[in-house]
């Protein structure tokens, strides 16, 4: 997530973590003269990791990975995740067990990035070092660092690829009448994905180029409570009801493919011909990789989620060492009470025409590519 002011995805790992692990005494305290050489903490210390709950493949692949990457480099894992229920209180106990516990730094994928302050208070007091993984944490200044893809880059390539999309698939040229979705509103990184493609669509709204025929175009009347798929398909169907009985639907903004799956299942239900109309995505899951390929969901976003959780593990080992992480932005992510100092990944677009090039080092999703072609 990118330029924030507040308030304004079971896939198997492509490839192992290629992380060096350490020996030193268990226990977690400082050193200065073991093994290591370390001037942080101990090379076998414990690491929390705290994720939302599994409803993307993305987070289920992310636990696994750490529990994998943690151990190579050497590190007790504690990886947790959140119930599906949608509290944070879970969550929240979770991420106070692994402080009493004694880990030195708790990665933390955000069930609620807004309701963690007393947690957070909790580990400074502790000196336990937090990484927000993914999501940003929130009004908080005991965030030490994040760790992300460019989210805001991410909801420029959607919104480009909606363009982009209504241009080569619709039946007719512009205007267009298209509706917008965005993410959980409990979710910080869904303003963000919302931001970035509304700056590339916004323009094109206010010149007529694109029309969203509901009026909805504000993020509180665009969000997707939970992420949760029957939520976006429940929307789309009012919006096909109530804005298009007499008119086509040429496009959606969608912020994931788990809701671009859910409002494909809406617009065919009504008797809309998929192949001429547009949804972006997100995540590269494997149902909308399928789906891409079979000429029905335009686009998704690669976002390795291997790479993420090799990063995470580096700054941690930085940690140990301690050293200062590597960041590469240190001005544009405000959580509300301080900037974070962040290392970004960059996504990648993804379409029929580049998937075998973008999923060349994805040998499940090359796999499905090659496979349809």
């Known amino acids: 997530m990118k330029r924030i002011a507040f308030p304004a995805l079971v896939v198997v790992a492509a490839a192992a973590l290629a992380l060096s692990g350490c020996s030193g005494e268990r226990g977690g305290g400082a050193s200065t ?122 909801g420029r390539l959607q919104g480009q690829a909606l363009l982009d999309g209504l241009e080569a698939r619709s039946a007719h040229g512009a205007p267009w009448n298209i509706e917008l979705f965005s993410g959980s509103p409990d979710d910080a990184n869904s303003a963000v994905f919302f931001g970035g493609a509304m700056e590339v669509l916004q323009p094109k709204i206010d010149d007529g180029t694109l029309v969203v025929a509901s009026g909805q175009t504000e993020i509180a009347q665009t969000a997707t409570q939970g992420w949760e798929a029957e939520n976006a398909q429940s929307r789309m169907d009012s919006i096909l009801t109530s804005a298009y009985a007499d008119q086509e639907v040429d496009g959606v903004l969608s912020p994931n493919d788990t809701l671009a799956r859910a409002i494909l299942t809406s617009v065919k239900q009504a008797g809309k011909d998929v192949s001429k109309f547009t949804v972006t995505g997100q995540d590269s899951e494997v149902e909308s990789v399928k789906s891409i390929m079979a000429g029905e969901q335009y686009s998704t976003i690669n976002k390795d989620t291997t790479l993420l959780v090799e990063q995470t593990i580096k700054m941690i080992q930085a940690l140990q060492a301690g050293e200062d992480p590597e960041v590469n932005d240190t001005e544009q992510y405000d959580n509300g009470v301080k900037v974070v100092p962040a290392y970004l990944l960059p996504p990648v677009i993804v379409t029929k025409e580049n998937a075998a090039e973008a999923y060349a080092n994805v040998p499940n999703l090359l796999e499905i590519v090659e496979g349809a072609q």
């Open 33 to 154: 003269d073991d093994a290591t050489g370390s001037a942080g903490f101990a090379a076998d210390a414990l690491i929390g990791v705290a994720l939302p709950d599994k409803t993307s493949e993305n987070w289920v692949l992310a636990g696994a990975l750490f529990e994998d990457g943690l151990a190579e480099a050497g590190f007790d894992a504690d990886v947790q995740y959140a119930p599906a229920s949608n509290t944070v209180a879970e969550q929240q106990n979770q991420i106070s067990a692994m402080v009493t516990n004694g880990a030195k730094v708790i990665v933390i994928g955000a069930k609620d990035g807004k309701q963690l302050g007393d947690q957070l208070q909790q580990a400074a007091d502790a000196g336990v070092k937090i990484i927000a993984y993914d999501r940003l944490i929130e009004n908080t200044e005991n965030v030490d660092y994040y760790v992300a893809f460019d989210n805001f880059e991410v």
